[in-house]
């Protein structure tokens, strides 16, 4: 009896210090936290997967814990919105409609990179979006409104697993989207990539789904294995 307790704890503790040192590289993987609560609400499993779930949040929020510990300590403030430059976000200076609208832009402009990365950029700041004061929508508001239908059609037809996938993605877009705090750039490839994950996962079921169909799946996985290498 006690050996498992030992390495239940011993997990739990290994589990803490990664998730804090994930924190402490880049503030925004708390959003990892909702993992465990996604998957206790949406996957399959019974009372042990269950406990595991429980017992990796209470890990997690225990590595938090010691982050903001330790950044209040440093006299930081974890929960703070940066402060308003037109120059690198035109966002963070213009009226909470606008914000949201050009908010939605920028979505659609992240998932068009998705699916096809090109052309990328090094500098979005200022007017490199057209997203400023008066803005309403472009092209990119379309793409993200077309995208957020794909994405809810596929959580309805394929399930629970999908939503999990897409939500997952959601959570980890909330603090980079200047909806839920302001922050110090507009847009940057890399603050999409842990919610790229989130769309790739949700994405594998359907993928599978059209290759169980197939007798011959070397042509499709070699189609696909190009795609991801262009």
């Known amino acids: 009896l006690v050996r498992p307790v030992v390495l239940v704890v011993n997990n739990a503790a290994a589990i803490a210090l990664a998730f804090a040192a994930g924190v402490f590289a880049k503030e925004s993987a708390v959003t990892a936290m909702a993992v465990p609560l996604l998957a206790a609400l949406l996957l399959p499993g019974g009372a042990r997967e269950r406990r595991r779930d429980i017992i990796v949040a209470a890990a997690m929020t225990a590595g938090f814990l010691l982050y903001v510990a330790v950044r209040a300590a440093a006299g930081g403030s974890f929960v703070a919105s940066a402060a308003g430059d037109q120059l690198d976000n035109p966002l963070a200076v213009v009226d909470p409609g606008t914000r949201l609208l050009g908010a939605v832009a920028v979505l659609g402009r992240y998932l068009g990179l998705t699916v096809w990365p090109y052309p990328l950029s090094v500098d979005y700041s200022f007017d490199a979006l057209g997203i400023g004061a008066g803005f309403v929508a472009d092209r990119f508001s379309a793409i993200a409104l077309v ?20 939500l997952l993605a959601a959570s980890a877009y909330s603090l980079v989207s200047n909806t839920v705090l302001m922050i110090g750039t507009v847009m940057a490839e890399r603050l999409f990539y842990i919610p790229t994950i989130g769309l790739a996962l949700a994405v594998a079921p359907g993928v599978d789904a059209v290759l169980a169909r197939r007798r011959n799946t070397g042509i499709a996985t070699a189609a696909i294995a190009a795609v991801c290498a262009a």
């Open 147 to 166: 995208g957020l239908f794909a994405l809810g059609l596929a959580c309805w037809k394929l399930g629970h697993t999908v939503a999990f996938a897409l």
